[in-house]
């Protein structure tokens, strides 16, 4: 495979490092073998992200590279509130650098530890988002395989987030018997028919996990506990674990449910959401946008300002050479890290319509759209459609996003956040297309391009 190499990813701006032009590059905030992350700030937008650097050399050396492509193409598929977002991904003949959505809260693991155990109430908020972020990874095709607490963060408004996709696996993946057949995870966490390497189902496999996660939250320990580790996967395979005499009576019965041997007669997702003590929750608090505004303290380590930037109402990003660049063929890193199978089409075109016209267009063809959307998410920086039918792969959503190229041309970016691929590229071709066709600009032999990332 030819490598494409982003030139000059760092450089330094007033004794600043700065990335690829857009990411000012501040403290280390985490480290582990092989990478680092970094606290940064998206010079275009003023927003805290973190910044993970892979060194490529170690992780080629140790047979990690599959892992790191997994991670980066499963991420690319699961946008949800309840999962860390990737952002994009750059890289040179050295590193790797992931653009990422900064999660400040730290792991729920440690907020466990500190507590002891949780109220039900409280475990139930944070099981609820996390069946419905595993829920819409599986409805994709994604099963993570290492569900557990360190792996879940909170963010500032206390919202959960699944974190560390390295040993995903995808549908496809799976062999002729339907199971997969790689033994992964942490052993605490890892369901029975994994450990016994007879094949096993991503979906059940990850409610295991799910399972166990719930009994630490409302336990304050782990149900499967031994200083033998080879005892310990004997209780497991047993489901030898007893509930602690304050788990309430809906919940010991969700917890024997869920932390069931056989994985035949395993609760699944729907059975789970359908249980009395699931059924007790509202329905978890939606997050509208990406990421949280820069904070003050965000604001004055990496620029020195005193007092965080005001902003109005979100207006259509100013694009500079690095995205325009970016929109070429030529300058895609996606081969070096994913298949070409996973690689997902994005629609774009060109107007001189105004963006609140361009947005009002939006609004109108969803309310008369033949294929039932609604509109999710509105501003005058893009829309967000969500089908009201669920299809093969989950509803279908799409992002509409609007730049600025240079008054008055505007470019619109149309992506497929969740859904059938398939269905995406049919209702773009046979629906939003022609409904916008009048606004887009084009030459006597242009037509709405299509690229791939």
């Not at 869920?258 to 009395?276: A, I, M, Q």
């Not at 509202?282 to 003050?296: F, N, R």
């Amino acid at each position: 495979m030819e490598e494409v190499v982003a030139a000059s990813p760092a450089t330094s701006v007033e004794g600043r490092s700065v990335l690829q032009g857009r990411y000012e590059i501040g403290r280390v905030i985490g480290q582990g073998t092989f990478a680092k992350v970094h606290l940064a700030r998206n010079l275009l937008t003023g927003e805290g992200v973190a910044i993970k650097v892979v060194g490529k050399e170690k992780v080629i050396q140790v047979g990690m590279m599959e892992q790191v492509k997994r991670e980066i193409s499963a991420m690319k598929m699961v946008r949800h509130p309840n999962i860390v977002e990737l952002h994009e991904v750059m890289a040179t003949r050295s590193k790797i650098y992931f653009a990422m959505e900064l999660v400040r809260g730290g792991e729920l693991f440690t907020k466990v530890a500190r507590s002891g155990r949780l109220r039900e109430d409280a475990a139930r908020r944070y099981f609820c988002q996390l069946v419905s972020a595993v829920d819409f990874c599986h409805g994709r095709g994604v099963f993570h395989r290492d569900l557990k607490l360190e792996n879940i963060l909170l963010d500032e408004q206390g919202d959960l987030k699944i974190a560390d996709f390295g040993l995903s696996a995808f549908a496809e993946n799976v062999r002729l018997d339907g199971l997969f057949h790689t033994a992964c995870g942490t052993p605490a966490y890892v369901a029975p028919e994994v450990v016994g390497q007879r094949g096993y189902d991503g979906a059940k496999a990850d409610l295991w996990s799910c399972g166990v996660i719930l009994f630490v939250l409302l336990a304050g320990f782990l149900p499967f506990q031994d200083e033998n580790i080879l005892a310990m996967y004997k209780k497991i395979r047993r489901g030898d674990f007893r509930c602690p005499p304050w788990f309430s009576s809906d919940a010991r019965r969700l917890v024997t449910k869920l932390l069931d041997p056989n994985p035949k007669t395993r609760f699944t997702v729907d059975r789970l959401t359908g249980s009395p003590w699931f059924k007790k929750s509202t329905i978890p608090k939606s997050v509208t946008g990406t990421s949280s505004p820069p904070s003050a303290s965000l604001e004055s380590e990496l620029s020195g300002d005193k007092e965080p930037a005001k902003k109005e109402g979100k207006e259509p990003e100013r694009l500079n050479a690095f995205h325009l660049i970016s929109f070429s063929d030529g300058f895609d890193l996606s081969p070096l890290f994913l298949e070409g199978e996973r690689r997902e089409k994005v629609m774009r075109f060109a107007t001189n319509e105004p963006a609140s016209d361009v947005v009002s267009r939006l609004e109108n063809f969803a309310a008369r759209a033949a294929a039932k959307c609604r509109v999710t998410k509105s501003c005058s920086a893009g829309v967000k459609l969500e089908g009201e039918e669920r299809g093969r792969m989950g509803k279908l959503t799409i992002s509409i996003d609007i730049f600025t190229v240079a008054p008055p041309v505007l470019v619109v970016e149309v992506r497929r956040d969740g859904g059938d691929t398939a269905e995406y590229e049919k209702f773009c071709s046979d629906e939003l297309r022609p409904a916008l066709q009048d606004i887009i600009l084009t030459s006597s032999s242009d037509q709405l391009q299509t690229s791939t990332f």
